[in-house]
C-alpha cells in the first residue's frame, strides 16, 4: 500500500512516504511534535522506541483503564457501591499507577506534560500511535483477505 493518507499530517515531513506498516515501526519521535529530546525521556522511562511500543506501552493501558474506570463509575457500580474515591481515581499522578517510579513520572511530565492518569491516558502523541497501530492492523488483515 502506498503513502497512508491523511494519517502523515501527525509524522514529521520525513515520514510522509512511508507506508502505514512503515509508520508503526518508525521511532516515537517521527510523531510530529515528539522531539528526540522527549523519544529520549520516553525510552528512559518506559522502554519506549517506536510509535508501536508507545501505542502498546502497558502503563498506558493502566491508564486508560483506569481513567475509564474513574469515568464510568457511576454506570457500572451498583449505587450501593458508588464512590468519589473511583472518580478520583484518574486525577492521581501517574506514579501512582504500580511500575512508574516519581522518576518516571517526572520523565513523562517534562517529554509530554502529563501530570495524572487522565493526561496519559487521553495523550494525543499516544492517541496518534494507537490510531496508526490501529489502522496497520486493519490494512494488514485486508490484506490477507485479499480486499487489497
Request: glycine fraction near 8%.
Amino acid at each position: 500500500m502506498g503513502k497512508p493518507g491523511f494519517i502523515v499530517k501527525f509524522f514529521d515531513k520525513a515520514y510522509e512516504d512511508k507506508g502505514i506498516e512503515e509508520l508503526v515501526n518508525a521511532p516515537v519521535a517521527a510523531i510530529s511534535g515528539v522531539s528526540e529530546s522527549d523519544a529520549k525521556d520516553l525510552e528512559k522511562a518506559f522502554g519506549i522506541k517506536t510509535v508501536g511500543d508507545l501505542a502498546t506501552n502497558k502503563y498506558v493501558g493502566f491508564a486508560q483503564g483506569i481513567n475509564c474506570f474513574s469515568t464510568c463509575s457511576c454506570v457500572v457500580l451498583d449505587k450501593n457501591f458508588e464512590s468519589k474515591e473511583y472518580e478520583d481515581l484518574a486525577k492521581k499522578p501517574a506514579s501512582a499507577i504500580s511500575g512508574v517510579s516519581e522518576g518516571d513520572a517526572a520523565l513523562l511530565k517534562k517529554a509530554f506534560g502529563i501530570d495524572n492518569i487522565k493526561e496519559l491516558a487521553q495523550n494525543k502523541y499516544v492517541a496518534i500511535a494507537q490510531a496508526t497501530v490501529n489502522l496497520a492492523s486493519l490494512v494488514k488483515y485486508l490484506k490477507d483477505v485479499g480486499a487489497l
